[in-house]
């Protein structure tokens, strides 16, 4: 996204919706990416499906009306900017109630008056604002105790405040009263800048509470909410330069930590993330902060410490449905199906018409084998909304399952048709293509999904079979050294299918070569020894050929097309009486193969 390669950006969101297609970040940033390259339409649906998932999303709703702008839909384009801004209000009054509860002696936010977030997103709640409209005095006096002396801070507020780039034409056209103080000056400053994010502008946030800094450099709030502007417009090394300046001021800013710890994991510094959220635990152990480390350390693919994670977070708060939700996802992969279907449904008892948790009870019946309520739960789904890509793609699994594939056919069309840019809806209506012997249709989605996602190994590994099926080995050789580059060769399989395919075009001396790389990893695979017997045999290199179909008599004595082989090569070596007693023993082993068979 940042070199605006966006086609790029939207392969490797396909790739990551691929195993996490409820992912919000790979959604939201696809739909970003869309919206990039003038398709709206795919961007609406992405940012739709976003807030589906956490309908606090605020980012995704602002992006979905400049996207309903642009094509024309005023209306809607005002209603989901009128709802991005509510719903910045809203965390701003829980922020503000917050506040009020901070002790004047301590510089820890008391536990005790701190309320749960149930409306918080499902996999990473958004940064708190400091709201400076909301504050009584009492919490501005306590938030402007104990500065600190450190000259390391002014350092960094202004490094920070002289590396900004943005014009000041707005914010000097704003005229404070000429009766102000200094201190006065920064506190208006700083409300103006919160009236701009409020708005939704976190550019002209940014140079207000800029301005703000230049009055007063140890305005906590300000420095505060800068970092918080600067995270919206995923600046994060500037929003964490902000709030590790704001930690100077108030090392015991549970607040601080919790926020700086978001930009970190958003940037991907998942270690500095983590130490970030356990300072805010030991502080504050709130379960929301609790959930984003359980959140972070999933990301990492530490779903036992996730789990742990969240356990503490429902502990805390028993109702704190999206830790329910996601250490339902985290058993999930963990296969502990049945502690995940009772996450998904303590979930769902708080929200019963979350397309997104029925979803998931849906895919875990079908895990399960229950393919009735497996389906019911897609159908309770696609009551709620009609248009749920997700929920055609689950019921078309469920059909192929129960060997319904024309209905299967049906569900997967219906999904493709919703989002025809999604891989997986049209790697899976290829997958029934198949199993119906639809060979050319089969190829046809195989070919349109690998060139939304050219880094599934798996698009290439069908398309080799596909085309081996229909003999086309050129075609099946490219599309497995396509898999080969991308597995690294680790896997025998492919080197087995891309012999073979070289032996059907004669070039024998690759096929052999190819054979001795799959050997190389199962050195008694019966397959690549028979098959490199018979390269050896057409190559003339018959002493090899004999060799090979003798290991495989050693393994399996019984093997009648190794005798028959074998004699073959003792045949053109003139070695006749060798060649008659393992044609005679081939001879009797078929016959008695074909007796217990009732032939």
Not at 332 to 341: G, I, R, T, W
Not at 518 to 528: P, V
Not at 550 to 570: E, H, L, M, T
């Amino acid at each position: 996204m940042k070199t605006e390669d966006f086609k790029s950006a939207i392969a490797d969101c396909n790739s990551l919706l691929v195993q996490d297609f409820n992912n919000v970040n790979g959604l939201f940033l696809r739909g970003c990416a869309f919206q990039k390259t003038g398709n709206m339409e795919n961007a609406i649906e992405d940012f739709t499906k976003v807030l589906e998932l956490d309908p606090n999303h605020v980012n995704a709703g602002f992006a979905r009306a400049a996207c309903l702008n642009k094509i024309g839909e005023y209306a809607k384009a005002i209603e989901d900017y009128q709802a991005a801004l509510d719903k910045d209000e809203e965390k701003k009054s829980q922020t503000s109630l917050s506040l009020r509860k901070m002790s004047q002696k301590s510089r820890v936010f008391d536990k005790s008056g701190m309320k749960s977030q149930q409306n918080a997103p499902q996999f990473f709640q958004e940064p708190i604002s400091f709201d400076d409209g909301l504050l009584n005095p009492q919490d501005r006096e306590v938030l402007e105790l104990k500065y600190s002396n450190d000259p390391s801070f002014f350092k960094t507020a202004s490094s920070i405040s002289k590396s900004q780039s943005f014009s000041l034409e707005k914010s000097l056209s704003l005229t404070p009263p000429s009766h102000l103080t200094i201190k006065e000056m920064a506190e208006w400053y700083h409300l103006k800048g919160y009236e701009a994010r409020k708005k939704g502008d976190f550019l002209q946030a940014i140079v207000l509470y800029t301005k703000a800094l230049e009055y007063n450099p140890q305005h906590f709030k300000a420095i505060f909410n800068r970092g918080f502007a600067f995270d919206k417009l995923q600046r994060f090394q500037e929003a964490i330069e902000d709030y590790t300046a704001a930690l100077l001021i108030d090392q015991n800013n549970a607040y601080a930590y919790y926020n700086r710890g978001i930009s970190f994991d958003k940037r991907g510094d998942f270690k500095e993330a983590l130490k970030d959220f356990t300072c805010a635990i030991e502080l504050n152990p709130k379960a929301d902060f609790f959930h984003n480390r359980g959140f972070t350390f999933r990301k990492q693919g530490n779903l036992e410490l996730a789990i742990e994670d969240y356990s503490q977070a429902i502990a805390l708060d028993p109702k704190h449905q999206k830790s329910l939700y996601n250490r339902g996802c985290c058993y999930e992969k963990l296969s502990y199906l049945e502690l995940a279907e009772e996450d998904y449904q303590k979930a769902l008892e708080m929200a019963p018409d979350s397309t997104n948790y029925l979803i998931h009870l849906a895919n875990l019946k079908l895990k399960l084998g229950n393919l009735d309520l497996a389906e019911e739960y897609c159908q309770r789904t696609l009551k709620i909304n009609n248009k749920y890509c997700q929920a055609f793609n689950t019921l078309g699994m469920i059909y192929e399952r129960s060997g319904k594939y024309q209905q299967a056919i049906e569900a997967f069309r219906i999904a493709v048709e919703l989002n025809p840019t999604n891989a997986v809806y049209l790697y899976n209506r290829a997958c029934v293509y198949k199993a119906l012997g639809d060979f050319s249709k089969a190829i046809e989605d195989f070919e349109n999904a690998m060139k939304m996602d050219p880094k599934n190994p798996a698009i290439y590994v069908n398309l080799g079979l596909l085309y081996r099926k229909c003999e086309d080995y050129s075609k099946a050789l490219d599309m497995y050294d396509k898999e080969m580059k991308m597995n690294m060769g680790d896997g025998s399989k492919t080197h087995i299918n891309r012999a073979f395919c070289l032996a059907k075009l004669s070039k024998y001396q690759e096929a052999v070569d190819a054979y001795n790389l799959a050997l190389n990893i199962e050195n008694s695979d019966i397959h690549s020894l028979y098959n490199r017997g018979i390269c050896y045999e057409r190559m003339g290199k018959l002493e090899e050929g004999i060799n090979d179909f003798s290991k495989i008599i050693a393994i399996n004595p019984n093997n009648p097309n190794a005798y028959f082989n074998r004699g073959c090569c003792y045949d053109s070596l003139g070695e006749l009486n060798k060649a008659i007693l393992d044609y005679s023993k081939a001879l009797e082993l078929e016959t008695e193969a074909q007796k217990r068979n009732g032939i």
